[in-house]
């Protein structure tokens, strides 16, 4: 029986204000049995790569029960999504040897209970970190949020923001796949040329850059906005009100500008919703899940074809996992951000 040593980073306390890596801290646990407690319907797996994304900031914050997701535990491991090898389940529907990805913990060993929310990976073709992405949670959040929430046509104006992120690149792409005229917005030029030259945006802009937001969304769509995908709020989101053309469509699917704000914002120019007949409407990436089959079929030959391309960043061991989920919110990650855990 194998006896290994268990690497964790677990959150310190609760967090206010914006996260800092200090934050979290790496432990490593107690030596653990690498065997299935007997009986158990879960799965023991190796954790391979780890998925920093946003809407974890919310989980560091204490919360009352009842919010759409759960806070962190204080001491204990963090969890997020992540992709790992099975090495013993007690779960049928897996086997030694799978690669799954799903919830797990941020650890070098995880112990999986809540199987039904793991997918099995079939095509390992294409780099196994991709379903931390653009084959996982965000990938389907871009491909749902856009072809089902924005209800899009060939040639609409579409603006996208955070539009170098994981969910922000997909997004864009799809949409010029689609026949749109496709703008995003991020935060340094390097990311801007990333828009422009290699995901094929017709056009993109600092907002880091531009005094006045109405006026930038004016120059890039001087006939107004058909599709927002809103991946920041704030400011933004009051700008693109502003210019929406009529039966506009905005998908809400994250305001990370506000995450860390102890007081939002407020938004100023919702009346503009009424005269254009706009439809806003936020949306979670897991009600979509029963798509993940479809969503499959479009998007890996799209990968493999060179249709779509797409940016990881990745950092190297458990130890680098706090400062890269820090570093969202200061948007030091270019493209998405990935921990590398183990290669196998
Ligand atoms: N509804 C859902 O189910 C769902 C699922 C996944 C993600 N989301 C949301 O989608 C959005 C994008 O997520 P992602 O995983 O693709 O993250 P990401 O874009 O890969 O990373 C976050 C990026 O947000 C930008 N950012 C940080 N602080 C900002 C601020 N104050 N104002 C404007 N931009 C800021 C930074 O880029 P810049 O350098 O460009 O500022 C940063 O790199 C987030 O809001 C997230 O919560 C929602």
Redesign the pocket.
Known sequence: MEVTSNKQVILRDYVTGFPKESDMQLVTAATTELKLPEGSNGVLVKNLYLSC???MRGRMTKREPGSYVGCFVPGSPITGYGVAKVLESGDPKFKEGDFVWGMTGWEEYSLITATQALFKIHDIDVPLSYYTGILG??GI?AYA?FHEVCSPKKGETVFV????????QLVGQFAKLLGCCVVG????KE?VDLLRNKFGFDEAFN??EEPNLDAALKRYFPEGIDIYFE????K?LDAVLLNMRMNGRIAI?????Q?NLEQTEGVHNLMSLISKQVRMQ?????SYYHLYGKFLETVLPAIKEGKIIYVEDVVEGLESAPGALAG??????????VVLVSRD
């Open positions: 994304d946003p809407y949670m965000p959040t949020g923001s955070a539009a170098s992120g994981a969910v922000g917005s991020a935060g340094s990311k907002y880091k991946n920041v709020g704030g933004m699917c994250g305001m990370i500008s995450y936020g949306f979670v990436a897991f969202l919110f200061a948007g030091r990650n270019v493209g998405k951000q």
